[in-house]
T-cell receptor, first 115, second 111 residues
Framework: DSGVTQTPKHLITATGQRVTLRCSPR?????VYWYQQSLDQGLQFLIQ???????AKGNILERFSAQQFPDLHSELNLSSLELGDSALYFC??????????????FGNGTRLTVT | GNSVTQMEGPVTLSEEAFLTINCTYT??????LFWYVQYPGEGLQLLLK?????DKGSNKGFEATYRKETTSFHLEKGSVQVSDSAVYFC??????????FGSGTRLLVRP
């Protein structure tokens, strides 16, 4: 058990809809990362937050947004969903941003299916 | 930009065979290097890491050495088990704190 909790585990929704994915980091971890894993694109970095502030941005679509709350949990919002958004979305956390060799601890992911 | 290249899978081995999964990277500066493993239905787990040139990371019989001269971080294990069947990801973290993954290599170990 990595200590990172993601909910829900599975989500099935229709095109055009909006969903929210939730992540609780390991106790004490200040950084949260979001990744998208799909068969054709592999594991893609979306966005990183550190102690409530956005720190790094990857291949995140404008239809997607995220935030980290004062209690350090994070939410990833996906809107105007398309079939191609179907993927496994992972959240990961790490202790500090200052230690760039600090490993990430991953949750078990949320599997999103857009029909 | 920074990137990681892994050998394509799947890699199919018999139990107790020797494993090598190749990984090379492109990066500015001095990144840290990692191997993660993903078992079916689970998230990624850190397998081992190395933070500077010539460091050797090791865990559960797996090893990888940070080779700056060849920009490589190949994963090896002397004797694989059926329970090692999983997808293995090589990754680097640069000074911008992004963890960049390779495409993953599926390992299948047959009894």
């Amino acid at each position: 058990d990595s200590g990172v909790t993601q909910t829900p585990k599975h989500l099935i929704t229709a095109t055009g809809q909006r969903v929210t994915l939730r992540c609780s980091p390991r106790s004490g971890d200040l950084s949260v990362y979001w990744y998208q894993q799909s068969l054709d694109q592999g594991l893609q970095f979306l966005i990183q937050y550190y102690n409530g502030e956005e720190r790094a941005k990857g291949n995140i679509l404008e239809r997607f947004s995220a935030q980290q709350f004062p209690d350090l949990h994070s939410e990833l919002n996906l809107s105007s969903l398309e079939l191609g958004d179907s993927a496994l979305y992972f959240c990961a956390s790490s202790a500090q941003q200052g230690q760039y060799n600090s490993p990430l601890h991953f949750g078990n992911g949320t599997r999103l299916t857009v029909t | 930009g920074n990137s990681v290249t892994q050998m394509e899978g799947p890699v199919t081995l018999s139990e107790e065979a020797f494993l090598t999964i190749n990984c090379t990277y492109t990066a500015t500066g001095y990144p840290s290097l990692f191997w993660y493993v993903q078992y079916p239905g689970e998230g990624l787990q850190l397998l081992l890491k190395a933070t500077k040139a010539d460091d050797k990371g090791s865990n559960k019989g797996f090893e990888a050495t940070y080779r700056k001269e060849t920009t490589s971080f190949h994963l090896e294990k002397g004797s694989v088990q059926v329970s090692d069947s999983a997808v293995y990801f090589c990754a680097l973290m640069d000074s911008s704190y992004k963890l960049i993954f390779g495409s993953g290599t599926r390992l299948l170990v047959r009894p």
